[in-house]
């Protein structure tokens, strides 16, 4: 089992940044690729960026990149999401989301494990 528990959302303006966190416990962590997902109100959640287990390999949506990056540290057992050029779009709920063998790591499908989500407010 996988416990994860998001941080780091908060109000800020657009142009700002913001660094999200997800601490998981238990056993998995280092053999699970991550995710990042949001949901906006009023619409479906949506991939955000994912990393595999070793970091190795990154992935992330059209609307984000160059913008946001994806990292893990294995010992902290910690996957983070550092957002830079913020914009009112960005504003949702964002979860990080965790598998161990995804088929399709960009479907929500894919992941077994999720956190309660933490809240990204962008204002213009």
């Known amino acids: 089992q996988v416990q994860l528990v998001e941080s780091g959302g908060g109000l800020v303006q657009a142009g700002g940044s913001l660094r999200l966190s997800c601490a998981a416990s238990g056993v998995f962590f280092s053999t699970s690729s991550m995710g990042w997902f949001r949901q906006a109100p009023g619409k479906e959640r949506e991939f955000a960026a994912a990393?595999?287990?070793?970091?190795?390999?990154?992935y992330y949506a059209d609307s984000v990149k160059g913008r946001f990056t994806i990292s893990r540290d294995n010992a902290k057992k910690t996957v983070y999401l550092q957002m830079n050029s913020l914009k009112p779009e960005d504003t949702a709920v964002y979860y990080c989301?965790?598998?161990?063998?995804?088929?399709?790591?960009?479907?929500?499908?894919?992941?077994?494990?999720w956190g309660q989500g933490t809240q990204v407010t962008v204002s213009s």
């Open positions: 989301a965790g598998t161990r063998s995804p088929p399709d790591i960009y479907y929500s499908g894919s992941y077994s494990y």
């Open positions: 990393i595999s287990w070793s970091g190795g390999s990154t």
